[in-house]
């Protein structure tokens, strides 16, 4: 399914308050409410919309980020993928193409945890080099 210029101007409303009501959206975008409804369900349907969320404020124990980007031994990915989804810290995790395997996204109280865990995976078994970085500030975040 391919959306049209209606249901993507849905999904960026949607994206900017997964709460507004269907009636605003259908003011929004000039059609009935169950023509909306209707599309709503329909890009639910295709799997192009894949959920709702909501964003908080950072939690205490999440005041430092860092991209850490790893590249493993190609025949043990899946046991260091295994291995990273059992860290707390790491919140998201991507398989990337390039000379880089996978980017973990982590999060933690302070520099020092932070390093601590990039030690952690560096230690992991099958991971041969991992390089990180810091993130100092949120210039843009689409998200939501």
């Not at 900017?16 to 599309?39: D, E, P, Y």
């Not at 959920?51 to 790893?70: C, F, L, N, R, S």
């Not at 996978?102 to 560096?122: F, Q, Y």
């Amino acid at each position: 399914m391919t959306p049209d210029t209606v249901d993507q101007t849905l999904i960026a409303l949607l994206r900017k308050n997964a709460r507004i009501s269907t009636v605003a959206l259908a003011q929004r975008v000039g059609m009935s409410r169950t023509t909306v409804q209707s599309r709503i369900e329909r890009l639910e349907q295709a799997g192009v919309i894949l959920g709702y969320t909501i964003q908080t404020i950072p939690e205490a124990d999440e005041v430092v980020k860092a991209h850490v980007m790893i590249t493993v031994v190609p025949r043990l990915s899946r046991m260091v993928e295994t291995a990273l989804q059992q860290i707390g810290e790491i919140r998201e995790l991507h398989a990337v193409s390039g000379e880089i395997d996978l980017i973990a996204v982590i999060a933690g109280p302070s520099t020092e945890k932070i390093n601590d865990v990039i030690d952690r995976i560096g230690q992991l078994e099958g991971v041969r080099r991992t390089t990180s970085s810091i993130l100092l500030s949120t210039r843009l975040n689409r998200k939501g």
